[in-house]
């Protein structure tokens, strides 16, 4: 453990990590839904930048990971996740402006 966190941060950290499933959980079941590439990776995006800040917060907290390393580690995959939901976007542009 490296420290005490501000109840803020974790305050913050749980709003995020709720609020990030909810909207996983609503993109994976539209895209199941209407069979949707778009939003299926819609769903993948932010289910990595919620997973990311969780698994960020425990090698952090209960691994001992520097605090460095693990907010180096976090912007990655968040980067990552909003790579995914930027692909997402293009995807459901492309499809919309395919059926012209």
Do not use: C, W
């Amino acid at each position: 453990m490296n420290g005490p966190i501000s109840p803020i941060v974790i305050g913050f950290k749980t709003v995020t990590l709720l609020l990030g499933g909810l909207i996983t959980y609503l993109a994976a079941k539209a895209a199941r839904k209407t069979r949707s590439r778009a939003l299926t990776y819609l769903a993948v995006g932010f289910g990595t930048v919620t997973s990311g800040s969780l698994l960020a917060g425990v090698a952090d907290q209960l691994f001992g990971i520097d605090t460095h390393t693990a907010l180096v580690f976090e912007n990655a995959i968040t980067a990552a996740g909003f790579a995914v939901i930027a692909y997402s976007l293009s995807v459901a542009s492309r499809s919309a402006f395919g059926d012209r």
